[in-house]
């Protein structure tokens, strides 16, 4: 399949909510489930619902006709993937370097380069375990705003804040989208410039989550990364995954993985309001898993969703590149 590097450059605050009460804690980056189903939206809103049926039934019949990543940071030409799980491939010497281990520990994420080696099984230096930090740290601003609501029988006033994330130039997210299908990549480009207009995240009323897309080939230093090494044993996931029915009874044996519960709220252009969605449980980004990972669409759709509308799915296909694991 041909990859492609979808760049999103944000030229307003972004705001990523994370489950719980309050709207003060933001996610990092935007999951892959959360992303398909805005590409969804959009596609329903410029080609229509019978657009989106053809596409969710080639989905729904394990022919899915692109695979995406979550977005994930980047700042300029750094592009930072997840820490694999599991060891870290770390050399005789450094072993007994404790601040080195704590670290390399506290990353979340590492560079392209930093990746590509650690999928090898070669370390990373303290020196760009440092140069890591600095570089994501300089990518992005963290902002905590007061709002005001009233009340609506009252008019009373109260005050609540709101986290957003701003971009340093130059930063942003990005995602990697795997498709043969011209005609689909054509599609999509219309969703992501539809959505860089209507924004991303929450609060976009307010004018968050502007963005401009900007599309390469992922070309040079991700070929290697991206390449389908058939005798790698195992592979690290860039996207939430799913199991299907074929694979939800595979052995884990020299897994390492997280387990996260994704659950929230949906809107359609098809109906009013919003509805809760089942909930459901995913293996995380950065899991590294001992079989070639394939994924389905889980179907959350509550019961009390009217049966004249249509179904609702969270996106569990596994965008996975293969890792060596010590």
Same mark, same amino acid.
């Given at each position: 399949m041909t990859c492609w590097l979808v760049k999103l450059n944000f030229y307003s605050p972004l705001h990523l909510g994370q489950d719980g009460i309050g709207m003060e804690k933001v996610d990092s980056y935007?999951?892959?489930? $959360?992303? @398909?189903?805005?590409?969804?939206?959009?596609?329903?809103? +410029?080609?229509? &619902?019978?657009?989106? /049926?053809?596409?969710?039934?080639?989905?729904? $019949? #394990? &022919?899915?006709?692109?695979l995406l990543t979550? *977005? @994930?940071p980047y700042f300029k030409e750094t592009f930072f993937l997840p820490k694999p799980l599991g060891p870290a491939p770390v050399s005789r010497e450094r072993m007994e370097d404790v601040s080195y281990l704590k670290e390399l520990n506290k990353l979340e994420f590492l560079s392209l380069e930093a990746f590509a080696r650690w999928a090898k099984g070669k370390s990373v230096s303290p020196t760009e375990v440092k140069k890591i930090k600095e570089t994501y740290a300089c990518s992005r601003v963290y902002h905590l705003v007061p709002r005001v609501q009233l009340d609506r029988v009252t008019a009373a006033s109260g005050i609540y804040? *709101?986290?957003? +994330?701003? @971009?340093?130039?130059?930063?942003?997210?990005?995602?990697?989208?795997?498709?043969?299908?011209?005609?689909? +990549?054509h599609g999509l480009e219309a969703a992501f410039r539809w959505l860089g207009e209507t924004g991303l995240g929450g609060m976009r009323s307010l004018g968050l989550g502007l963005f401009e897309p900007e599309w390469q080939r992922a070309e040079g230093k991700w070929q290697l990364l991206l390449? /389908?090494?058939?005798?790698?044993? $195992?592979?690290?996931?860039?996207?939430?995954?799913h199991p299907s029915e074929k694979e939800i009874n595979l052995s884990l044996n020299g897994s390492y993985y997280e387990i996260i519960e994704r659950r929230g709220?949906?809107?359609?252009?098809?109906?009013?309001?919003?509805?809760? &969605?089942?909930?459901?449980?995913?293996?995380?980004? #950065?899991?590294?898993?001992?079989?070639?990972?394939?994924?389905?669409l889980v179907n959350i759709t509550p019961e009390k969703w009217d049966a004249g509308r249509h179904r609702?799915? &969270?996106?569990?296909?596994? @965008? *996975?590149?293969?890792?060596?694991?010590?």
């Open positions: 935007l999951r892959s489930d $959360t992303l @398909f189903g805005a590409l969804c939206h959009a596609l329903a809103a +410029i080609y229509g &619902r019978d657009a989106v /049926d053809a596409l969710l039934h080639d989905f729904n $019949t #394990g &022919r899915p006709p692109f979550s *977005a @994930f804040y *709101a986290g957003m +994330i701003v @971009f340093s130039p130059g930063a942003g997210l990005y995602c990697l989208i795997k498709s043969e299908n011209q005609e689909v +990549i390449e /389908d090494n058939k005798k790698a044993k $195992t592979r690290c996931l860039l996207s939430l995954y709220w949906s809107s359609s252009p098809f109906a009013p309001g919003q509805v809760k &969605r089942k909930s459901c449980r995913m293996f995380a980004e #950065g899991s590294v898993l001992d079989y070639s990972p394939g994924g389905c609702l799915y &969270r996106y569990g296909y596994a @965008f *996975a590149v293969p890792v060596g694991v010590n």
